[in-house]
């Protein structure tokens, strides 16, 4: 099985920022592309950024210019820097690994528990 773990969250003011991290751990054979994800209360949950082994990375345009994203491959290890932050970016965090746990499986996607970040104005 595969864990992922996220970390980082808290009460920022607006303007502040905040840097999450996500371990992945288990039964790892390769990771393919790390992402984060956000929901906030009443919303749908959506994708906020990602990056791929390569280094390739992809956001959504309403974070873009203001955060980050990092991985540390040895470690497993995805990060989000956020900076200019905003009330609108007041969500549960949510880490998503595309995995792949041995030579003969598939990749799959796991998801961690999430860590709330909180903007106040």
């Known amino acids: 099985q595969v864990q992922l773990a996220e970390s980082g969250g808290g009460l920022v003011q607006s303007g502040g920022s905040l840097r999450l991290s996500c371990v992945a751990s288990?039964?790892?054979?390769?990771?393919?592309?790390m992402y984060w994800y956000r929901q906030a209360p009443g919303k749908q949950r959506e994708w906020v950024a990602g990056?791929?082994?390569?280094?390739?990375?992809n956001y959504a345009d309403s974070v873009k210019g203001r955060f980050t994203i990092t991985r540390d491959n040895a470690k497993n290890t995805v990060f989000l820097q956020m900076n200019s932050l905003k009330p609108e970016d007041t969500a549960v965090y949510y880490c998503?690994?595309?995995?792949?746990?041995?030579?003969?499986?598939?990749?799959?996607?796991?998801w961690g528990q999430g860590t709330q970040v909180t903007v106040s104005s």
């Open positions: 998503k690994a595309d995995v792949k746990v041995s030579t003969t499986m598939t990749r799959s996607n796991y």
């Open positions: 288990g039964s790892i054979f390769s990771i393919y592309g």
């Open positions: 990056i791929i082994s390569t280094g390739s990375t």
